[in-house]
């Protein structure tokens, strides 16, 4: 059985991970307004990741026992400046997220809950591997600066991106 601290830690952040969905639909919006269908693409498999994590831990708190209590998702920004901007603003959030993620696991420590650790350290690693492809992005989009071509090579290179459903735990 999860505890009730633990329980409701999971639940804020089932939170968190669905705003990440809805924060990468937003910016997906973004991309299809500009035409960067690549870039489109590449936020959609971000949403179904995230919509996944999200729901990784919905199933972990139900098998535990729990109660999965869902709260009211902010809205995102709709509007950036730039790719650039859009790309700056996912690496702040990754890591926002990350630092959360350590606050889940500090909860399971204090708690003594080590299935809950042990499960918590696939989404740390998954953090790792986020803020590394944003990263990558992100270091293309500050080379590429105003040139539309690079950008456009980009655009593909980006759309070849296919979701694969992560197996968390
Ligand atoms: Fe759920 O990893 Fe991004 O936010």
Not at 73 to 88: A, C, H
Request: hydrophobic share 45%; glycine share 6%.
């Amino acid at each position: 059985m999860i505890s009730e601290k633990m329980q409701a830690a999971f639940c804020d952040q089932i939170n968190k991970e669905l705003y990440s969905e809805y924060l990468y639909l937003s910016m997906k919006a973004y991309f299809l307004n500009l035409n960067l269908n690549g870039f489109a693409t590449w936020m959609d498999v971000q949403v179904q990741e995230e919509h996944a994590h999200a729901m990784g831990m919905f199933d972990y708190v139900i098998e535990r026992g729990g109660k999965v209590e869902l709260h009211s998702i902010d809205k995102p920004e709709t509007n950036w400046e730039s790719p650039l901007e859009v790309f700056r603003a996912v690496l702040k959030h990754e890591e926002y997220v990350t630092s959360r993620i350590n606050a889940l696991m500090d909860v399971a420590e204090e708690e003594r809950d080590r299935a809950a650790t042990i499960f918590l350290n696939w989404y740390l690693k998954e953090q790792v591997e986020e803020e590394a492809n944003v990263g990558g992005v992100l270091a293309q989009l500050e080379m590429i600066g105003d040139d539309k071509s690079g950008l456009f090579a980009l655009d593909k290179e980006l759309g070849a991106r296919t979701f694969v459903a992560p197996v968390i735990g």
